[in-house]
């Protein structure tokens, strides 16, 4: 990717077009390492959770590479158990103690739902919480706010609700799993969609069909599935702790026909 690829938020933010995702990526030197190779690479775009564990060595990544502050865009979550506005506005303050730095560019809600209970509502503690959202964002502590892992109800509820809109949705999204739903609604309401795991945590790396069109534009398999992502208008953030993946997963410039894309489309 080129330094110049971006995608603009709802609010005017741009954020770069790819990040870098640190889920599993355990906290020390494996994280701190990583980052560091990622900005070596060339990424600007870096994203981590109070849930990874890993936002002080993100942080301290950061803070060591030398690059100007306002060049990197980064991203943390509040814990997707956090359900009430107390203790939202607490874990936002206990991030920014974690990850050292005076701003993060983009907090989003982790999952409308604690990952004990996947799928159960929690509609009125989520608007509770995202007042405490808005309110970290009008303190400057972070110049965007999303949500994560949200459908369209849960999405709805929000905007239905809200002062401040969501600027972001980030959302597991690869090859054969395009949530197409979600993705459209989100485009109609001018909120960024970011796909995470677009490697399927290295499942799809092997699917006959991605290699045979990887093989016809001289890509890898992972170039495949982070630039259909993109071409899907969404923001992939790939992840990997080895040096020569990290650079290939960013080294994405080229163009997937449309033929090829909906080849990808129907791959399962």
């Not at 814990?79 to 701003?103: C, D, F, Q, S, W």
């Not at 990952?115 to 972070?142: C, H, L, P, Q």
């Not at 110049?143 to 892992?149: E, L």
């Not at 609604?185 to 945590?201: H, V």
Request: charged share 25%; hydrophobic share 35%; aromatic share 10%.
């Amino acid at each position: 990717m080129k330094p110049t690829d971006f995608f603009t938020l709802a609010n005017g933010v741009t954020i770069p077009a790819i990040g870098f995702g640190t889920w599993q990526i355990p906290s020390g030197d494996i994280a701190y390492n990583s980052v560091r190779e990622a900005l070596k690479a060339g990424y600007r775009h870096i994203d981590t959770a109070q849930a990874y564990g890993n936002e002080a060595s993100v942080g301290k990544a950061i803070i060591d590479s030398g690059i100007d502050r306002s060049e990197i865009f980064v991203t943390s979550k509040l814990p997707a158990e956090i359900k009430n506005y107390e203790r939202a506005v607490r874990h936002a303050e206990l991030t920014m103690k974690n990850i050292g730095l005076e701003y993060i560019d983009l907090y989003l809600i982790h999952a409308p739902w604690p990952w004990t209970e996947i799928g159960a509502d929690y509609t009125n503690e989520n608007i509770r919480v995202w007042k405490a959202m808005e309110e970290f964002y009008e303190s400057g502590k972070t110049r965007s706010i999303g949500i994560s892992n949200f459908n369209v109800k849960d999405t709805e509820a929000i905007l239905e609700t809200c002062r401040i809109r969501p600027m972001v949705n980030q959302i597991k999204l690869h090859i054969g799993h395009a949530q197409e739903e979600i993705t459209d609604f989100c485009r109609r309401n001018n909120i960024l969609a970011e796909g995470y795991s677009p490697l399927a945590t290295g499942k799809i790396l092997t699917n006959p069909g991605i290699a045979h069109i990887a093989e016809k534009y001289g890509k890898s398999a992972a170039q495949v599935s982070v630039r259909y992502v993109l071409q899907k208008g969404a923001l992939p953030l790939p992840k990997s702790v080895h040096p020569q993946y990290i650079r290939q997963n960013f080294d994405v410039n080229f163009e997937i026909s449309g033929d090829d894309i909906s080849r990808l489309d129907n791959l399962k």
